[in-house]
């Protein structure tokens, strides 16, 4: 079994940053992507930020130029970098890592519990 633990998550003023990190804990061959996903109340879990094991990356269209995805493959640790931070940043933040089994050596994605999010204005 995989366990994610996120953390870093808090209440910051507009303009402010915050930096999220999710680490992976457990039994498996290797992690590829890692992703950070983020769901308000009646919303869509949207896609933030993803990163491959390689270290290619992608953003959303609306955090581009705000936030930075960042992993240590030694650590098995994901990182989201949020600066500018706006109030409409506000929610909570998932981060999701797609898990190579040790068992069976098929993927399984894995879930964070969340992480809260809030940007003051």
């Known amino acids: 079994q995989v366990q994610l633990v996120e953390s870093g998550g808090g209440l910051v003023q507009a303009g402010g940053s915050l930096r999220l990190s999710c680490a992976a804990s457990g039994s498996f061959f290797s992690i590829a992507a890692m992703n950070w996903y983020r769901q308000g109340p009646g919303k869509q879990r949207e896609l933030v930020a993803g990163?491959?094991?390689?270290?290619?990356?992608n953003y959303a269209d609306s955090v581009k130029g705000r936030f930075t995805i960042s992993r240590d493959n030694a650590k098995n640790t994901v990182y989201l970098q949020m600066n500018s931070l706006k109030p409409e940043d506000t929610t909570v933040y998932y981060c999701?890592?797609?898990?190579?089994?040790?068992?069976?050596?098929?993927?399984?994605?894995?879930w964070g519990q969340g992480t809260q999010v809030t940007v003051s204005s």
């Open positions: 999701s890592a797609r898990v190579l089994s040790d068992i069976d050596f098929n993927e399984y994605t894995y």
């Open positions: 990163i491959a094991q390689g270290g290619s990356t």
